[in-house]
């Protein structure tokens, strides 16, 4: 039977709330992907205090079809990076069209991977197709969705927490699996080396479409 609780709602006066979400605009726009990364060390406990918030995210069902490994370890980076620069090298050299290329030519990306050694953390984020329950596979609903919800969370936590991230998809990204020895019912979702941005680091200059590009009024 299902059960129900009283919800405790978050509320504020309407002045108020115009005034948060300002803020929080104005917050979320200093954000950032970054590509260059201080190997400067974040203590453990942050990175898992900013998975709990990730974890708060809606799911299909409430499956929270998600989990999240945290790299530190040197050498599994090290595996993790030569991994990545393979299919790298091969993505930029033959497997991408010229149109991919030429979208790609802002952001001065290349095969080379340093961050993925560099960065204090390698979050790596896994979406669990099914659970299995006495023996028994059980379906997840929506698990691309649910976990792109839970890993924007995540990078709105970081942001928060005044660490930077990079959303970066190595394809494929099978070896992730292997390398991290994820079980039958996970697969890689997103990589995210997070830390603090490396001194003086450079970002494209690109502009974030207008609310009127981006919003329909019926
Ligand atoms: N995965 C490659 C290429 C790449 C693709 C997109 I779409 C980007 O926004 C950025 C990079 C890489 O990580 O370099």
Redesign the pocket.
């Known amino acids: 039977m299902a059960e129900f609780i009283p919800f405790n709602p978050v509320s504020f006066p309407e002045t108020e709330m115009q005034e948060r979400a300002t803020e929080w605009y104005q917050f979320m726009d200093r954000r950032r992907t970054i590509r260059e990364f201080s190997d400067r060390p974040v203590p453990q406990a942050l990175i898992e205090e900013l998975i709990r918030g990730a974890s708060t995210a809606p799911s299909g069902a409430h499956k929270q079809p998600w989990t999240f490994c945290m790299v530190q370890n040197p050498e599994i980076k090290r595996q993790i990076r030569q991994a990545a620069e393979k299919e ?1 090298y091969e ?1 930029y050299n033959g497997r ?1 069209s010229d149109e991919w290329l030429e979208d ?1 030519r802002p ?1 001065a ?3 080379n991977k340093p961050f993925l050694e560099v960065a204090p953390w390698l979050v790596i984020v896994f979406k669990r197709l099914y659970e299995v329950v006495d023996g028994k596979k059980r379906k997840n609903y929506y698990v691309n969705d649910s976990v792109g919800l839970a890993t924007g969370f995540f990078l709105a936590a970081a942001h928060h927490a005044g660490l930077a991230t990079l959303t ?4 494929p990204m099978n070896f992730l699996q292997k390398i991290l020895d994820r079980p039958e019912n996970e697969r890689p979702f997103l990589l995210i080396p997070i830390g603090y941005p490396a001194d003086g680091v450079q970002v494209p200059k690109i502009e974030r479409k207008s609310l009127e590009e981006v919003r329909v009024l019926y």
């Open positions: 790298e993505s991408m790609l952001f990306t290349d095969w970066h998809t190595p394809s």
